[in-house]
Each structure stands twice: as structure tokens, then as C-alpha cells.
T-cell receptor, first 113, second 117 residues
Framework: SQQGEEDPQALSIQEGENATMNCSYK?????LQWYRQNSGRGLVHLIL?????REKHSGRLRVTLDTSKKSSSLLITASRAADTASYFC?????????????FGTGTKLQVIP | DSGVTQTPKHLITATGQRVTLRCSPR?????VYWYQQSLDQGLQFLIQ???????AKGNILERFSAQQFPDLHSELNLSSLELGDSALYFC????????????????FGPGTRLTVL
């Protein structure tokens, strides 16, 4: 199975509600990053959290990282219709002298106006 | 518009063929990254070049290769194409080496949609 797996696969909420997405991974990592992707478009970087950090905030985004559980969560507060997109986590780890980067399967978020 | 350009926009070819995808980074960006997004495999990082040198490698198949030229544009070569290679291929660029998940923001191009029949 994939290094990064996200849960839920899809999420539908009303505008104004909070959305929480989770990401689990299998090996030790250096960093974990969350990206957003609108349908068929490229990725937009949201937030990076390093392995020695536990929580980071950026605007309406809050990311937590629990290295003991090998998991991270992305919380979007006060959601807006424009937040409708797919959200991916990506982990970065050393492997055989190279950086190995693995993306999760993504969570498709729909925010209903 | 991110400033990253990719050509062609769409590509339809047959199994066994070879194609080249091209990416021009934003002006001043030294790093180029290639990603593949398919329904089967999801989003995968393939490879990164920084100032002409390979910098990081992901899940890139041996049938695939890339290079970055002195003018910093990059090409991704896909050979002996299989049906499963059908995907959206993204290129991104950033100013510095950054590492894939460093603090260096990546700017994504619009992608090339490859269909292998």
C-alpha cells in the first residue's frame, strides 16, 4: 500500500463548517507537506511541517503531525465554497542516498454553499 | 498563470512509442520537477533537476528519463509506452534546490495529458 494514505477519500460539508483530513504514512520522514489541487490543475503548496514540529497554522489552515503515530491532519476552518478541491499530503524521506517523495491518495473535499 | 509552460497540452499515441514532454520553468527558477498523476497510481513525484543536475529521484520508471538543458528548460522522455502510462504529467519549478519538500515554493505548469492507446 502507499506510503501516504488519506482519510476520508471524499468529504462533503456545508460552507462555514470545518473540514478535517487525515494522512498516515509508514516510514520515518523528514518533512510532510500538504497540497491542494483544483480539478485537472497543478498542485498548490499549502503548508510544510517538519518532523520536529507538532503543529503549524497558516490562515484558516491548521496542520498537526504525530510522528509516533505516523500521522498528520489538515484542518480547514470556516470552509468556503472556494475550498472545494482535492487535498494531498506528501512525505519526504531519505532512501538509498536519494530523497524519496510519496504523495497520499488524496481527499476530495466539496464545500456546499 | 504560474509562469511555467508545458508542451504539448495533449498527446495521444500508441503502445510501444516514445514521446517527449517539454517544460519551461519560470524565469529565474533553477529547479524543475516532474510529476505524474494517474487514476491508478495517484500523484507521484518522478524526478527533480537543479541547474542541469539531477537532484532527487522518485518513482521514475527505467523507461522514463529526463534532462535539464543549459537554458534550464527540461524534457521528460517516455519510451516503450504502455497503457498504464496514460496520465497527466506536471512540471513545476522553483528558485532554489529546496528539496522536494523544502521551504522553496513550487509553481506548477498546466500539465500535459498523455493518452496511450
Amino acid at each position: 500500500s502507499q506510503q501516504g494514505e488519506e482519510d476520508p477519500q471524499a468529504l462533503s460539508i456545508q460552507e462555514g463548517e470545518n473540514a478535517t483530513m487525515n494522512c498516515s504514512y509508514k516510514t520515518s520522514i523528514n518533512n510532510l507537506q500538504w497540497y491542494r489541487q483544483n480539478s485537472g490543475r497543478g498542485l498548490v503548496h499549502l503548508i510544510l511541517i517538519r518532523s520536529n514540529e507538532r503543529e503549524k497554522h497558516s490562515g484558516r489552515l491548521r496542520v498537526t503531525l504525530d510522528t509516533s503515530k505516523k500521522s498528520s491532519s489538515l484542518l480547514i476552518t470556516a470552509s468556503r465554497a472556494a475550498d472545494t478541491a482535492s487535498y494531498f499530503c506528501a512525505t519526504d524521506a531519505e532512501s538509498g542516498g536519494y530523497q524519496k517523495v510519496t504523495f497520499g491518495t488524496g481527499t476530495k473535499l466539496q464545500v456546499i454553499p | 498563470d504560474s509562469g511555467v509552460t508545458q508542451t504539448p497540452k495533449h498527446l495521444i499515441t500508441a503502445t510501444g512509442q516514445r514521446v517527449t514532454l517539454r517544460c519551461s520553468p519560470r524565469s529565474g527558477d533553477l529547479s524543475v520537477y516532474w510529476y505524474q498523476q494517474s487514476l491508478d497510481q495517484g500523484l507521484q513525484f518522478l524526478i527533480q533537476y537543479y541547474n542541469g543536475e539531477e537532484r532527487a529521484k522518485g518513482n521514475i520508471l527505467e523507461r522514463f528519463s529526463a534532462q535539464q538543458f543549459p537554458d534550464l528548460h527540461s524534457e521528460l522522455n517516455l519510451s516503450s509506452l504502455e497503457l498504464g502510462d496514460s496520465a497527466l504529467y506536471f512540471c513545476a519549478s522553483s528558485v532554489e534546490a529546496g528539496g522536494i519538500l523544502g521551504t522553496d515554493t513550487q509553481y506548477f505548469g498546466p500539465g500535459t495529458r498523455l493518452t496511450v492507446l
